[in-house]
């Protein structure tokens, strides 16, 4: 038997619980011609956007930067958070140093040393809905239009 299900504010506060302290997320992103691409990505979250990390010439580099969208997934299947937002892009030497370090900090992770050519992904969520059982479907969206709805 399932949980009660949680009240918008309740899933609100899991959801930044999640932001704050998840690691990595599910990127989906589409080419131009619509073929689907999915890959984890490490994240930080800022309290407004994630900021993520991935060569530029990737499927996932070149799709992001073409559509300026994004759909990330946290969490486990009984325990989604889906964000949908929009991408700015930013060569690595673009973003302060002290965002940088934040990021490695948390990703464990440095894309700057690389041989490859990477690129900053900030995605600025414009939805975000969270659900774990059938009994949360109803109220799941917890942003609309970048606001938070609770």
Do not use: C
Request: charged share 30%.
């Amino acid at each position: 038997m399932s949980a009660p299900p949680r009240s918008r504010a309740e899933r609100r506060r899991d959801t930044e619980h999640r932001l704050a302290h998840d690691v990595d997320v599910w990127v989906a992103s589409a080419s131009p011609d619509g073929a689907p691409y999915l890959v984890p990505l490490s994240f930080d979250w800022d309290g407004e956007a994630l900021l993520m990390a991935t060569p530029a010439d990737s499927p996932t580099g070149r799709n992001l930067a073409a559509s300026r969208t994004a759909r990330l997934g946290l969490g486990p299947t009984r325990d989604v958070v889906m964000i949908e937002g929009v991408v700015e892009v930013f060569d690595l030497g673009a973003l302060p140093r002290e965002r940088v370090d934040l990021f490695v900090e948390r990703a464990d992770f440095d894309p700057r040393p690389l041989a490859a050519p990477y690129r900053w992904f900030r995605v600025t969520p414009r939805r975000i809905q969270a659900w774990r059982e059938e009994n949360e479907l109803k109220g799941r969206e917890l942003m609309r239009d970048g606001r938070w709805l609770a």
